[in-house]
């Protein structure tokens, strides 16, 4: 997966600077980081709407699209696939695999040693703190 992002990445960075009226790479550089902020909001929506529709076919395409859009966001923002790889493998050292990081260190879970010889459990964090499902 890391591989398939890496490659649209380079894509993206390849056709920044073509045509914009054959490049719908270029014109959203071309438009700013306000466009692209706001293409990456619409097919979020999008993917949203045909999750509590059911429909995972377009889920998948939505998806498809919004993977797109992320990474012409990164680029305009100077974020490299990489960057943010080393940001999932720090939070995954810190927590195992998490839902999402709080936003409070108060609310990280005590941990031994950053990092483990052997997998950690998913851990799910909500408004209350850390819990482990299994």
């Known amino acids: 997966m890391s591989d398939s992002l890496e490659r649209l990445y380079l894509a993206v960075l390849a056709a920044r600077d073509l045509d914009p009226a054959t490049s719908r ?10 466009k692209m902020a706001k293409k990456l909001a619409e097919e979020a929506i999008e993917v949203v709407i045909d999750a509590v529709n059911g429909d995972s076919e377009a889920v998948i395409r939505e998806s498809a699209d919004l993977l ?9 923002a100077g974020v490299r696939p990489e960057d943010v790889w080393r ?14 990081l709080p936003k409070s260190p108060a609310k990280l879970p005590k941990v031994a040693s950053p990092r483990i010889a052997s997998r950690r459990p998913i851990v799910a964090l909500d408004g209350r703190g850390a819990r482990k499902r299994h």
Do not use: C, H
């Not at 790479?25 to 306000?34: E, H, K, V, Y």
């Not at 797109?68 to 305009?76: D, Q, R």
């Not at 999932?88 to 695999?97: A, F, H, Q, W």
């Open 25 to 34: 790479t270029a014109r959203l550089f071309q438009r700013g980081p306000s």
């Open 87 to 100: 940001e999932m493998t720090r939070r995954e050292d810190m927590l195992g695999i998490a839902e999402k």
């Open 68 to 76: 797109y859009n992320l990474t012409v966001l990164w680029a305009s």
